[in-house]
Structure formats: structure tokens, C-alpha cells
């Protein structure tokens, strides 16, 4: 008997471990090609704005993280850097600075969502016509799906 529940934990484990890898591994393997440094550069040249995602913000960690230049224009979002894999990040806008989980749901309803993050080397987001980023002066990247923070960078 207690053979089979140290099989039925180990097995168990293993099932638990397994699942963990693949959300962690799938974002990767059904990402899209990520843009160029010369596509990205082409795109920072028309900024009105830049900043820089960091690794030492409140709630970033191991698995939840950015760095790397990003770049705002009226047009898009651009970021000369990498990102800590994951499903479902998107980018919004914030009229403050945020680093943290808690301030970033406390704030959430006076951002305004840009749009899906699908690489995680370098990514151009489109900004929606009726945006304006001068209105804002933060950029974040949040995993939906997990409510994750994932990164921010104040921008003016």
C-alpha cells in the first residue's frame, strides 16, 4: 500500500510539474517571429516618448519581468528588449506609474488597453487611433489570464 501512494505522489508531481512547463513553454512555441532591431528601430524613430522596462521593479521576479527600451509614438509601442515569457500579456497605459499587482488593479480603470504582446524578444504594438499616449506617462505589460504584473516604464 504504501508503495502505491508513493508511486500515486511521484506521479502526481511529475503530472503537476509537466503541466507548469508546458504554460510556462507554450507563449514560446506558438509565438510569432519577433520583430527585427532594424523594424523596431524604424518604428523608435518617430517617438515622442521612451523608457525603460527594468528588472527591480516591486513585483517583478523570476518569472515576471522586462527590460529593454520602449519607445511611444501616436502610432505604436515598440520595445528594444526582452520580456519574461508568458500567455496573454498586454500593454495599457496608465496615467500613473506602477509596479506592483495591488496598485495596478487599483488603477486599472482609469488605463486604457493598447493591446496584445505576442513576442517576447522586441514587440511593435499598434496604438488605436483613438489613444493618445500624451495623456498617460506609464506603459505596462500585464499577463491577463494569471493577473500577473509583468513590467512598467514611466515614460514622461
Same mark, same amino acid.
Given at each position: 500500500?504504501?508503495?502505491?501512494? *508513493? #508511486?500515486?505522489?511521484?506521479?502526481?508531481?511529475? $503530472?503537476?510539474?509537466?503541466? /507548469?512547463? %508546458?504554460?510556462?513553454?507554450?507563449?514560446? @512555441?506558438?509565438?510569432?517571429?519577433?520583430?527585427?532591431?532594424?523594424?523596431?528601430?524604424?518604428?523608435?524613430?518617430?517617438?515622442?516618448?521612451?523608457?525603460?522596462?527594468?528588472?527591480?521593479?516591486?513585483?517583478?521576479?523570476?518569472?515576471?519581468?522586462?527590460?529593454?527600451? *520602449? #519607445?511611444?509614438?501616436?502610432?505604436?509601442?515598440? $520595445?528594444?528588449?526582452?520580456? /519574461?515569457? %508568458?500567455?496573454?500579456?498586454?500593454?495599457? @497605459?496608465?496615467?500613473?506609474?506602477?509596479?506592483?499587482?495591488?496598485?495596478?488593479?487599483?488603477?486599472?480603470?482609469?488605463?486604457?488597453?493598447?493591446?496584445?504582446?505576442?513576442?517576447?524578444?522586441?514587440?511593435?504594438?499598434?496604438?488605436?487611433?483613438?489613444?493618445?499616449?500624451?495623456?498617460?506617462?506609464?506603459?505596462?505589460?500585464?499577463?491577463?489570464?494569471?493577473?500577473?504584473?509583468?513590467?512598467?516604464?514611466?515614460?514622461?
Amino acid at each position: 500500500m504504501k508503495k502505491l501512494v *508513493v #508511486s500515486g505522489a511521484t506521479h502526481l508531481l511529475a $503530472l503537476a510539474i509537466g503541466f /507548469a512547463a %508546458g504554460i510556462y513553454a507554450l507563449p514560446i @512555441l506558438i509565438a510569432p517571429s519577433a520583430p527585427t532591431a532594424t523594424d523596431v528601430k524604424a518604428q523608435a524613430v518617430s517617438a515622442e516618448f521612451t523608457g525603460q522596462f527594468r528588472r527591480d521593479l516591486k513585483d517583478s521576479d523570476l518569472l515576471h519581468w522586462g527590460e529593454g527600451t *520602449v #519607445s511611444i509614438s501616436r502610432r505604436s509601442i515598440v $520595445l528594444m528588449g526582452r520580456l /519574461a515569457p %508568458g500567455p496573454d500579456y498586454k500593454l495599457y @497605459l496608465s496615467p500613473e506609474f506602477v509596479e506592483t499587482e495591488a496598485d495596478f488593479l487599483r488603477l486599472k480603470p482609469g488605463m486604457v488597453r493598447v493591446g496584445d504582446v505576442k513576442t517576447f524578444d522586441n514587440f511593435i504594438v499598434p496604438v488605436p487611433e483613438a489613444v493618445n499616449p500624451a495623456n498617460y506617462n506609464t506603459v505596462i505589460v500585464w499577463c491577463e489570464t494569471f493577473g500577473q504584473f509583468i513590467t512598467a516604464a514611466k515614460y514622461r
